[in-house]
């Protein structure tokens, strides 16, 4: 198991108020796997993101990522957020070149990492552009590559496709589902939309309101070999989509 949760509890501590986010949360991601997180607004799924991201100590509970405990960030996790946080004034190649740039190791093979991931996936003449020049689904694009331009083994997405329209959400996120698969990566993605995490996962978990626990968790089995956009035909998409629905409004 790449990464592994154990029985997490996290309580924010303000001096005069406690936030309990998570409790007793346990479920782990294999090598290569994708994963959704799915539960209701507010419950603490970015915060078990920065737990296995070693940005928020858990209370209580272990995280272990590549079989080592969690003790703070480590370059093995890129972490995508919820916009793409591309810098406006800075051309395309030096926002995907972020990463290397900082860390003085491994420099050189970032850049080449990230030259070659621009010209894989269509960006390459977007190179000298800023981000307000391209669309929506292009600076997704140029997120993920400046994520994957450190060379991260476990990508942490928060719902990154939640700033655009229904449409170009349907195609970007297939996307990047296609990039995250070739590269084999290992990801979660954390979304409250139903369909996009049957579209994209192997396996869901669903977590229950805040504290966030886990309610269930589903295996797709029937749908892994098929890419996103196709699985929304298949007999099953229904199947799952009903019973998540009933986990997550049944419990609030
Ligand atoms: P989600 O991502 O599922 O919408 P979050 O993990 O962001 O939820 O937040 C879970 C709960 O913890 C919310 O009630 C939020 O207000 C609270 N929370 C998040 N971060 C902090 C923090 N740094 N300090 C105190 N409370 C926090
Ligand atoms: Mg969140």
Sequence with gaps: MIVQLDQIDLTYQSPDSQVEALRDVSFSLAQGEFVSLVGPSGCGKSTLLSVIAGLEQPSGGRALVDGEAVTGPSPKIGYMPQKDQLFPWRTIWANVTLGPELHRAGRKEGMERAKDLLDRYGLAEFA?????????????RCALIRTLATDPKILLLDEPFSALDYQTRLSVSADIYAIIRQEGKTALLVTHDIS??????DRIVVLSNRPATVRAIYDLAELRHLPPLERRDHPSFRHYFNAIWKELDTHG
Excluded: A, N
Aim: no cysteine; aromatic share 0%.
């Design 128 to 140: 000298h552009k800023t981000p307000s020049q391209l669309s929506g689904g292009m600076r997704q």
């Design 196 to 201: 996009e995490s049957i579209s994209l996962s």
